[in-house]
């Protein structure tokens, strides 16, 4: 079973809304979590918890905007190379900034853009054209999981074990027009906030 990284929904806290404090239940618990774990992360397209610093590489196109719809938090190195399979080399901070999409202005919120300073003076003035030619070594994710996140999946969560308790087992996998069985639980508002969280691919 996956588990989302973010846990939104974690057994502990599902037992303390639902009053359980045996044991018994604990698998069946922790893979409703999961279930509903890995379909907010489905849904909206990213880890909505924080990601702890990592190297990615991305593809360049040319110009002085990078987009990351996922998130960045912070980033401790930048290095670009001047085509595919290139030798990297580093570029200072300086050259570069970290900016929010336009649909990322929330508090708390990471940036999803990375772009060079208009007055950039070093070797790169944007990210080169090609496959893998940028390569980041950064935090990404949001700094806490939000509260309504929380609070959405466990709402789910509990909906979801509710219907385990009165027989319905399968809550894993899809219904006949494709949809993810965990979906049921998600209200139209709690839908509504996950599209919120979504990736905005043109932020």
């Given at each position: 079973?996956?588990?989302?990284?973010?846990?939104?929904?974690?057994?502990?806290?599902?037992?303390?809304?639902?009053?359980?404090?045996?044991t018994t239940d604990?698998?069946?618990?922790?893979?409703?979590?999961?279930?509903?774990?890995?379909?907010?992360?489905?849904?909206?397209?990213?880890?909505?918890?924080?990601?702890?610093?990592?190297?990615?590489?991305?593809?360049?196109?040319?110009?002085?905007?990078?987009?990351?719809?996922?998130?960045?938090?912070?980033?401790s190195l930048l290095?670009?190379?001047?085509?595919?399979?290139?030798?990297?080399?580093?570029?200072?901070?300086?050259?570069?900034?970290?900016?929010?999409?336009?649909?990322?202005?929330?508090?708390?919120?990471?940036?999803?853009?990375?772009?060079?300073?208009?007055?950039?003076?070093?070797?790169?003035?944007?990210?080169?054209?090609?496959?893998?030619?940028?390569?980041?070594?950064?935090?990404?994710?949001?700094?806490?999981?939000?509260?309504?996140?929380?609070?959405?999946?466990?709402?789910?969560?509990?909906?979801?074990?509710?219907?385990?308790?009165?027989?319905?087992?399968?809550?894993?996998?899809?219904?006949?027009?494709?949809?993810?069985?965990?979906?049921?639980?998600?209200?139209?508002?709690?839908?509504?906030?996950?599209?919120?969280?979504?990736?905005?691919?043109?932020?």
């Amino acid at each position: 079973m996956t588990t989302a990284i973010g846990a939104y929904a974690t057994a502990s806290a599902l037992k303390t809304r639902i009053a359980i404090s045996d044991t018994t239940d604990d698998t069946t618990l922790s893979n409703v979590c999961d279930q509903v774990n890995q379909y907010v992360e489905t849904k909206t397209g990213r880890v909505l918890a924080p990601i702890a610093s990592a190297v990615i590489l991305l593809d360049g196109d040319g110009s002085r905007v990078l987009r990351y719809p996922r998130g960045i938090r912070a980033v401790s190195l930048l290095e670009c190379a001047e085509y595919t399979g290139a030798a990297f080399s580093t570029v200072a901070a300086s050259q570069y900034f970290l900016r929010p999409g336009p649909a990322d202005l929330r508090p708390g919120w990471p940036y999803t853009r990375l772009e060079f300073t208009d007055i950039a003076t070093g070797t790169f003035t944007s990210f080169p054209r090609g496959f893998d030619t940028v390569r980041m070594t950064a935090t990404t994710g949001w700094t806490a999981i939000p509260d309504d996140i929380t609070e959405l999946a466990l709402v789910a969560a509990t909906r979801a074990w509710h219907a385990v308790e009165s027989g319905q087992q399968d809550i894993v996998g899809t219904d006949d027009m494709g949809r993810p069985l965990v979906s049921r639980f998600f209200s139209a508002r709690d839908l509504e906030t996950l599209r919120v969280y979504g990736v905005d691919l043109p932020g």
